[in-house]
């Protein structure tokens, strides 16, 4: 039974890529700098100590990690004498550092194209798109219109919002349009409609997704964001090895936001789960009955959203810490015959200015137990990922990337 399984840890980077210049973003590196802080005694939020990932060290991470760093071992950690994985890392050959370009080039399908922004820090949204937005949405003016952390803006507008009924439009680095609304006093559903309005109108900006931020809470001192965020993204330019796999009469099935990021397109069937254990407990269960010719696909967004855009690095390091003490589970869940891949979609380093992404390399680390784990080293498209799967499924071949299953030798060959 031939199955494969990829785990996105959503903005795992492992290093600046050549490429950072040109973001502002040369020196990031969400793992170094993490590794660094608990190091140096600098994250001892909930956690303590050295960062600790014993099972993703096994894998060979800090391995990929080094090479991706110019040498440079994340501090208080060390390499695998022998990882049980093939390990490796990629640069993206997108041109943005945004999560549907990372994941989609997973899927063998990079974003060369230039996407819409909302460079503007304030005032950010041109005044005929915020007048037809009001017009169309119903909505008596709007909130924010401007660049903003996420939950902050709810500190600075969430009560204001739910006085006057007026939706928080905000954006970031990445080209999206977001709407934060309150889930009671505003209404799910009604927030929904919005975003679906929205979707529609930035289109003409080539903005790759509108998002429903809702929260909940009675004050700005206990406003929280809940799971029914939504993701409207469009669709993929071109056929992705999901809807290769889909058409081939496989399985893809999508475990937290990644039907969302996909669009929908190319999946089988889809799950959601909030944070990481429930993400994590869903993604053994799905694996445990997939069949033959499946990809289960998960995405741990938590990574991202609670922790590297909050500029969390305790936070992140703990929820890193957690992931791994999970892995055993993970690893004795997978046949024989299964690729299991553990990977992300670009990074975001708790210790970098600012809230956005930072453009850095990802780690590819592939599991499988028939196979010699081998070192993959750079890759120069995360694409190689979605060529191995199609290579490895049958598929037709895809128009990027390399694949690397003929460097991992079939052990009982
Ligand atoms: O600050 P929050 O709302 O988490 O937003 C972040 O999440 C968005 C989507 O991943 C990014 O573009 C960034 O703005
Ligand atoms: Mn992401
Ligand atoms: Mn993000």
């Known amino acids: ?31 170094g700098h993490i590794a660094q802080y608990c190091a140096q005694g600098k994250a001892d939020i909930k956690r303590s100590g050295p960062l600790t990932l014993p099972n993703l060290t096994r894998l060979g991470l800090i391995n990929a990690a080094t090479q991706s760093s110019q040498g440079e071992v994340p501090q208080g950690m060390a390499q695998a004498n022998q990882p049980i994985a093939s390990y490796g890392y990629a640069e993206e050959l997108s041109s943005g550092k945004d999560t549907p370009s990372g994941h989609w080039e997973i899927a063998g399908v990079p974003v060369l194209f230039e996407w819409g922004y909302f460079h503007d820090k304030t005032q950010s949204f041109p005044d005929s798109l915020v ?17 903003a952390s996420g939950t ?96 081939a009469d496989g399985e893809v099935i999508s475990i937290g936001k990644i039907a969302d990021i996909y669009a929908h397109i190319g999946i089988t069937e889809k799950h959601k789960a909030n944070g990481l254990a429930a993400l994590f407990d869903k993604t053994l269960a799905v694996i445990d009955t997939a069949a033959d010719r499946s990809l289960v696909f998960t995405n741990f967004v938590d990574f991202d959203s609670s922790y590297g855009h909050r500029r969390d690095v305790a936070g992140y390091a703990a929820a890193l810490e957690y992931f791994d003490t999970r892995l055993p589970e993970l690893l004795s869940a997978v046949g ?6 553990f990977t992300a979609d670009h990074g975001c380093d708790p210790s970098w200015p600012g809230s956005d992404h930072t453009r850095e390399h990802i780690p590819v680390l592939v599991y499988c137990k028939n196979r010699e784990p081998v070192n993959l080293g750079l890759r120069h498209s995360f694409a190689d990922i979605g060529q191995t799967v199609a290579d490895y499924l049958d598929l037709e071949a895809m128009d990027y990337g390399t694949s690397f299953l003929g460097q991992m030798t079939p052990l009982s060959a």
């Open 1 to 31: 039974m031939k199955r494969v399984h990829i785990m996105v840890l959503d903005s795992f980077g492992i290093g600046a890529s050549q490429d950072a210049v040109k973001f502002g973003d040369v020196g990031a590196n969400t793992l």
């Open 131 to 147: 007048q037809d937005f009001i017009d169309r949405a119903q909505v008596p003016g709007i909130l924010g219109n401007c660049h």
């Open 152 to 247: 902050e803006i709810l500190s600075e507008l969430g009560e204001e919002h739910m006085r006057s009924g007026k939706p928080i439009i905000y954006t970031s680095g990445d080209s999206v349009f977001q709407i934060a609304c309150h889930e009671d006093s505003f209404g799910l559903e009604r927030l929904y409609e919005l975003c679906a309005i929205a979707r529609e109108l930035v289109n003409e900006y080539n903005i790759g997704r509108v998002i429903a931020r809702p929260f909940i809470g009675a004050d700005a001192a206990h406003f929280e964001r809940t799971g029914n965020r939504k993701d409207l993204a469009v669709a993929p330019p071109s056929k992705t090895v999901l809807q290769k796999l889909k058409e």
């Open 336 to 341: 024989p015959d299964d690729l299991l891949i």
